[in-house]
């Protein structure tokens, strides 16, 4: 059963405790293993959403903290030809996993991806996935909008930020990508114009 989330600015108490829950989850994504390495991304993000240059909010189901969801621009330095198309924006979500199975995640990825066409004017936004976490890739594909997926061996559009994550992360990544060209022609376009209402976080949401 579909469950309706609220969005809303991440605290220093929800770091911890979504510090607690990545301990006992092997799907955890983040490239920090250290508690301090967690905490200092997350107060980077944080520092970064204030000034405008990325957005990080919590997710709540029933006043519970869900998990967290991360939108912010790539550098133009890492895209390689990619440059060319315009801003490209990373996407990260994590869902603790009792909440999982809730019908969160297309929530969640339609509120990300409407940030970023109205935020940051993106032409894509982009998910990077350890390619072993299937988990996450089977969502993506239940996803009800057009996307691409690309490793580094493709030598594709996301080939030089691939190869850039893999060396510092240290294992392969899959690029789940999503283009607002190709979005602003499938039905229910509309969906992605503005970001939902539905926030106690930040009104540039």
């Known amino acids: 059963m579909n469950v309706e989330p609220v969005f809303r600015p991440l605290e220093t108490e929800d770091t911890e405790h979504l510090w607690e829950a990545a301990a006992?989850?092997?799907d955890w994504p983040v490239r920090p293993r250290t508690r301090g390495a967690f905490f200092r991304l997350v107060e980077g993000?944080?520092?970064?959403?204030?000034?405008?240059e990325a957005c990080l909010e919590a997710v709540e189901v029933d006043g519970r903290l869900a998990g967290?969801?991360?939108?912010?621009?790539?550098?133009?330095?890492?895209l390689g030809p990619l440059a060319e198309e315009g801003t490209v924006v990373e996407g990260g979500t994590y869902l603790t996993p009792w909440a999982r199975g809730r019908g969160l995640n297309a929530q969640i990825k339609e509120r990300l991806l409407a940030a970023a066409w109205v935020r940051f004017a993106a032409a894509w936004c982009v998910f990077?996935?350890?390619c072993d976490n299937r988990r996450a890739l089977?969502?993506?594909a239940r996803l009800p909008w057009p996307h691409q997926v690309e490793s580094?061996?493709?030598n594709g559009r996301f080939a030089a930020l691939l190869r850039r994550r893999e060396w510092e992360e240290g294992h392969p990544l899959a690029a789940v990508a999503f283009s607002r060209d190709s979005l602003s022609?499938?039905?229910?376009?509309?969906?992605?114009?503005?970001?939902?209402s539905r926030s106690s976080g930040p009104a540039k949401w």
Request: aromatic share 10%; glycine share 4%.
């Open 24 to 26: 006992k989850d092997a």
């Open 185 to 196: 022609q499938a039905a229910g376009y509309a969906l992605f114009r503005r970001p939902k």
């Open 45 to 52: 993000l944080q520092s970064a959403s204030t000034l405008g």
């Open 152 to 154: 580094a061996r493709d």
């Open 138 to 140: 089977a969502a993506f």
């Open 128 to 130: 990077l996935v350890p």
């Open 68 to 78: 967290f969801c991360v939108l912010q621009p790539v550098p133009m330095s890492h």
